[in-house]
């Protein structure tokens, strides 16, 4: 399997820890791509040039974090990531969809932030900005255990993290223990060690 990545990808960095967890690290190449560049192998697999991009194991393009996740989720060792059913799969894909929309939100506003600053939009920036609070504040009202590891506890760690590093000035932790306390836990664990955006 391949994987195209950019470091710096919080969708990205779900992806690499997953499959840290679930022992699949020796199946898959890395291949590290820039998508602001079109790189060609990049285009000749996803036809919006996004990462990540993974290349399944029968040569079937995949996109999406949480399909790529789910994927891998099924062919690694130990237990699912992500229940197969039920109420415990509702509670998980919740919790991974509020922090996906808080990471949406948050590169949203990055983008905006990079652009001239005259053809920056205060009003977007600051319903992205408030857009990412609510989606935290939904995070930390679900009390994230940081001793049960799932999509949905490992994508709000990438979030917060990613928020920590892309936006710095930010103040995601006041008024948030649970994912202050989530975010300790879950960035001393090896596979989010060796992960860490860059």
């Not at 779900?14 to 291949?31: F, N, T």
């Not at 690694?76 to 919740?94: F, K, S, Y």
Request: glycine fraction near 6%; aromatic fraction near 6%; charge should be negative.
């Amino acid at each position: 399997m391949k994987l195209y990545f950019a470091a710096p990808s919080p969708f990205v960095r779900k992806c690499r820890i997953v499959a840290r967890e679930k022992g699949l690290s020796d199946r898959i190449e890395e291949i590290a791509v820039n998508p602001y560049e079109n790189a060609p192998e990049l285009m000749a697999t996803n036809p919006v040039v996004q990462v990540p991009t993974l290349i399944a194991a029968d040569g079937l393009p995949l996109t999406d974090s949480p399909v790529i996740c789910d994927y891998l989720d099924t062919l690694g060792d130990g237990p699912r990531l992500l229940p197969e059913a039920g109420a415990d799969r509702l509670r998980v894909r919740r919790m991974e969809t509020l922090a996906n929309g808080a990471l949406e939100m948050g590169v949203k506003w990055l983008l905006e932030l990079r652009r001239p600053e005259s053809e920056r939009s205060p009003s977007w920036m600051a319903r992205w900005t408030l857009n990412l609070d609510r989606s935290l504040d939904a995070l930390e009202a679900a009390r994230p255990d940081p001793a049960v590891l799932d999509m949905g506890t490992i994508t709000a760690g990438v979030a917060v993290t990613w928020i920590s590093f892309r936006h710095p000035d930010h103040d995601w932790k006041t008024g948030r223990p649970h994912l202050v306390a989530l975010q300790a836990t879950l960035e001393a664990r090896p596979s989010f060690v060796a992960t860490r955006p860059v």
